[in-house]
């Protein structure tokens, strides 16, 4: 079931037609702008609003989150993070029909990660990450939806949305295709699935 559900997602992100998806020049240039700019492709609900982005956090990579939530704890989830912006959590929520929450001023910094503990190698070489890809550096993206089975990967919404969200978060602060992360790969977590393993796998097959 779950190798069937990631296929089908797979499917819809490689050969997703969207007729108003902007041009990769667009969107670089969408992507560094400030306030809560229309996005093709991504419908986003702005509880923070970007500002000035050269005095956004200097975010240098990118760390993508499962949470063991239902259909619709994405929203719970930001509206929660948006009240305390520092609490345990990210800055940005994705909902399980693609929907985008935006829920923390890109100048501040949840609390996300457990300090880039792996040094295993298991997934990756963690030579270049361990005790180095933190909450201060890292912008996180977290996904909802893997309840009751943690091992449900991504609906098609989610990998459609995140294709696009990748690309527009990697614009606006310069940040590097390999430095897109799984919380798995970064840090040990739950062992009955990989965080975020399928997600940012993707994100670096999809490239720039």
């Keep these: 079931m779950m190798i069937s559900r990631l296929f089908a997602a797979a499917l819809a992100a490689l050969f997703l037609i969207a007729p108003a998806a902007a041009t990769d020049a667009e969107l670089a240039k969408l992507a560094r702008s400030p306030g809560t700019p229309d996005i093709p492709g991504l419908k986003i609900v702005w509880l923070a609003p970007w500002g000035d982005v050269a005095k956004a956090h200097a975010w240098h990579n990118i760390i993508v989150h499962q949470t063991e939530g239902p259909t619709g704890s994405a929203r719970g989830g930001a509206a929660e993070q948006a009240k305390n912006p520092t609490r345990r959590g ?5 909902e399980t029909d693609g929907t985008v929450y935006w829920a923390v001023a890109e100048n501040l910094v949840p609390t996300h990660g457990d300090g880039a503990n792996r040094n295993d190698n298991k997934y990756i070489d963690n030579r270049t990450t361990y005790r180095q890809v ?11 939806g893997n309840y009751p089975d943690v091992t449900a990967g991504p609906t098609e919404a989610q990998v ?10 990697r614009a606006r602060y310069d940040i590097p295709l390999d430095h897109v992360y799984a919380h798995n790969w970064i840090d040990y977590k739950d062992a ?7 997600l940012a796998t993707l ?3 999809w490239g720039e």
């Design 192 to 198: 009955r699935y990989c965080e975020g393993c399928w």
């Design 203 to 205: 994100a670096r097959t």
């Design 160 to 169: 459609a949305a995140w294709k696009i969200l990748v690309k527009v978060l």
């Design 134 to 144: 933190v909450r201060d550096n890292a912008i996180g993206v977290e996904f909802a």
């Design 90 to 94: 990210v800055t940005v929520w994705v």
